[in-house]
């Protein structure tokens, strides 16, 4: 009898993806598969180790498994962290049984093979599965952020074989997903290495049967073009929601981070975007406190978010990250400093969204409903990325709808993130 097993999945929905893959390698060999740690003869945790903070949050996690742990049930860590740090983890939590890297999964499914089942009932979760999934593209990145550890840990850039996503995304419509969402550590270089594009594959799943949308995730700025912008204009499918990191607005702290792009590029380039895609969601990624970083460069940095008003923005503090070029610079900015830089920035974002929630007020939307709890559900926009942006509240809906539903929505209230509205159709 195969032992039961759990997965539990820290990190960026990349790592969810590996996750998901591993699950049906292990289904398909006839494992029990639970989302209770306490049901399961094998632990498994797949961390991530991109920042500080990620690091910090999979050792604890690491270790409240660990606490679980019996003289028959098994602890198995892999991912980021451990392809980074094996030696470490093994060094300082025993309780670790085994521990893999990135890609290993094969390797993971043969090790749990050779576990004996104490024939621990598998309780299941009464967690609904998602109405989304992600479809990872393509592995690494060519990049060289020098803040950045990913090369190191996943390798270069390596594009997805083309037939293969297409089959993992109508896999994922038979299952009644009703959102595909684009990632890779680079999604705008896919293709680079295969002959393919990135334009041709949205076209291809855009052409798929059924009613869902997708959403293009993680932009590299300099990289986006106009045929792209084009092509999302050009299918309902293609959701006009662009997740372009940029890090920061400055040139001299960019060219320190090793990105490419100016202040008068992004400038140039939001504006574009916005002419083309009038009701665009625009969201980014700023650092805070980078080695060099002036007070007169944060200053402009605000002043940037000022002038674009994005619709979506989350802020990282620096953090130092062995083996990345970063890690050697000087002039180093202080915790305390870049922690109130941080702040400083999601406070005037906090009042840019609010504001742009405001005006929300009284439009209709078509919506996606992601959860359901007596007469209120949890819906997303076209605007709402899973995980990382707010929702919409919409209360006294009918018993009958559920998750992986779509609907219409007016938009009654707002908060600084959230949004509350009522069901039209």
């Not at 550890?149 to 270069?156: F, L, V, Y």
Request: glycine share 8%; net charge negative; with cysteine.
């Amino acid at each position: 009898m195969r032992p039961t097993l759990s997965i539990h999945t820290l990190g960026c929905p990349k790592n969810q993806v590996d996750s998901e893959r591993l699950q049906r390698l292990f289904t398909a060999e006839g494992f029990n598969i639970t989302d209770l740690p306490d049901h399961s003869d094998v632990m498994l945790i797949n961390t991530c180790g991109f920042i500080e903070a990620a690091k910090q949050e999979s050792i604890d996690e690491i270790l409240q498994l660990a606490s679980l742990k019996t003289n028959s049930k098994r602890l198995l860590v892999f991912g980021c962290l451990s392809q980074r740090y094996k030696d470490e983890l093994i060094k300082e939590i025993p309780e670790i049984d085994a521990i893999f890297g990135v890609a290993e999964e094969p390797a993971i499914v043969e090790y749990c093979k050779g576990v004996e089942s104490h024939n621990i009932q598998p309780l299941i979760g009464q967690l609904r599965p998602p109405p989304y999934a992600y479809l990872k593209i393509a592995e690494g990145c060519n990049r060289g952020c020098r803040f950045c550890a990913i090369p190191s840990i996943r390798g270069r850039f390596r594009s997805a074989e083309f037939g293969r996503i297409i089959e993992e995304a109508k896999t994922h419509l038979k299952e009644g997903k009703k959102e595909l969402i684009v990632v890779a550590q680079d999604v705008l270089s896919y293709g680079m290495d295969t002959g393919q594009t990135l334009i041709t594959l949205i076209e291809t799943l855009a052409a798929l049967d059924g009613d869902f949308w997708i959403r293009l995730m993680y932009l590299y700025p300099t990289s986006i073009s106009e045929p792209l912008i084009e092509c999302i204009k050009g299918h309902d499918k293609v959701l006009n929601y662009l997740d372009i990191p940029i890090q920061h607005s400055e040139e001299g702290i960019l060219r320190a981070m090793g990105r490419a792009g100016s202040r008068g590029l992004l400038l140039d380039l939001f504006d574009k975007i916005r002419s083309k895609l009038p009701d665009v969601c625009l969201g980014t990624t700023l650092m805070a406190g980078f080695p060099g970083e002036s007070a007169s460069d944060f200053k402009a940095l605000l002043s940037f978010v000022e002038a674009v008003k994005f619709d979506r923005l989350g802020v990282f503090s620096y953090s130092d990250e062995e083996g990345t070029p970063a890690f050697n610079m000087t002039k180093k900015v202080t915790r305390k400093t870049a922690l109130k830089r941080l702040d400083e920035l999601m406070t005037l974002q906090a009042a840019i969204s609010y504001e742009k929630n405001r005006a929300l007020i009284g439009r209709q939307f078509r919506g996606l409903i992601d959860d359901s709890s007596g007469g209120t559900r949890l819906a997303r926009l076209y605007s709402h990325a899973p995980e990382v942006d707010g929702c919409v509240v919409v209360e006294n809906c009918p018993g009958n709808l559920n998750a992986e539903d779509f609907i219409t929505i007016e938009i009654t209230d707002a908060q600084e993130y959230d949004l509350r509205g009522k069901i039209l159709s």
